[in-house]
């Protein structure tokens, strides 16, 4: 399984890449822009929108409005921004979760690529194994141990079935011989005040989706990324962990309606790019939360999606995952 690769911040202006903005483009934006976040408030989705969003008002001079549209895995929101008008005005950041919501859900009511204009890859992040405080785990070798001798015992929490985190535990159960039990949950904020409570035995999610618990509440026991995290340079992965098939990241990435006019896809590509490229905003990204910012081109982002569609989808295939 091929991890996801990061990239820093692009170097070049984004608008370099992009057609020049003209025409329609001079009169955008026309009113209030709206992110729409396809999960509750107090998940990752939730938390990177609401940074950009002042940094985002700033550059393009209007009301950018976060407007929080949960449900079914992510899929009613995605859905609202999918049946927006293609105007510039309304946009959605997805989770990883958008890679398998067709796979999961024939029914979803929009094609993942088909109906949506890639705008950039935001950011990515490994995801962190861990378990409540109260639990005697410190290695992941203890907590395999523990499955082994009471197998479909131990539960694990996740934002919900078909998810990366959830697609990345029944990779590493079926590398380590194990039979975990599975409690998704709707979204980053219930599930990190979930597991902070105790519910479940592990919890599986990015740095930024467990809510900055983890040291205090949760105990990390790994990482998910191919190598360690520069901010969690001891954490083992789960490769060096034993497991050298596991390897997964979280991201992060910026879609509109399939038919947004190119040259204001590229303004708000650029002002997206402005925004990410402040020092104080990636501070908070990369330091505080725990993401890498990737910042790609939409180009980029389109052929990442379209990997991310091909693998992800074949895991649920073959595990014969569900939606919730």
Do not use: K
């Not at 408030?41 to 393009?60: E, F, K, N």
């Not at 929490?157 to 709707?186: D, F, N």
């Amino acid at each position: 399984m091929r991890p996801v690769r990061r990239r820093g911040l692009l170097a070049l202006p984004a608008a370099a890449a992009l057609p020049a903005a003209s025409g329609s483009a001079e009169a955008w934006p026309t009113g209030p822009i709206r992110l729409i976040a396809p999960f509750p408030p107090g998940g990752s989705v939730d938390t990177i929108l609401r940074l950009l969003a002042p940094s985002l008002q700033a550059g393009l001079g209007v009301p950018v409005v976060v407007e929080n549209r949960s449900g079914a895995a992510g899929a009613l929101g995605t859905a609202a921004a999918a049946r927006a008008a293609p105007d510039g005005q309304t946009w959605v950041l997805v989770f990883d979760s958008h890679a398998t919501i067709n796979a999961l859900n024939p029914q979803a009511g929009f094609d993942a690529r088909r109906d949506f204009a890639p705008v950039m890859l935001v950011a990515t992040a490994p995801m962190l194994l861990a378990t409540p405080v109260g639990r005697p785990w410190t290695r992941l070798a203890e907590v395999v141990a523990a499955a082994r001798a009471r197998p479909n015992s131990l539960t694990y929490g996740t934002v919900g079935a078909g998810s990366l985190a959830h697609l990345t535990m029944e990779v590493w159960q079926r590398e380590a011989g194990l039979r975990l039990v599975h409690v998704p949950y709707r979204g980053g904020g219930p599930l990190a005040a979930a597991a902070a409570a105790g519910e479940v035995d592990l919890v599986i999610a990015s740095r930024v989706g467990l809510g900055g618990q983890v040291g205090t509440r949760l105990r990390p026991l790994v990482q998910s990324g191919a190598r360690r995290a520069a901010g969690l340079p001891d954490l083992p992965s789960f490769a060096e962990a034993g497991f050298p098939g596991v390897a997964a990241e979280a991201f992060w990435g910026m879609l509109g309606p399939a038919g947004v006019p190119a040259p204001i896809l590229g303004r708000f590509h650029a002002a997206l790019a402005a925004a990410l490229a402040e020092p104080g905003l990636r501070q908070r990204l990369e330091e505080g939360q725990g993401v890498d910012v990737v910042a790609s081109t939409p180009a980029e982002f389109g052929a990442f999606l379209d990997r991310q569609i091909a693998l992800w989808g074949q895991v649920v295939r073959e595990r014969g995952i569900t939606a919730d």
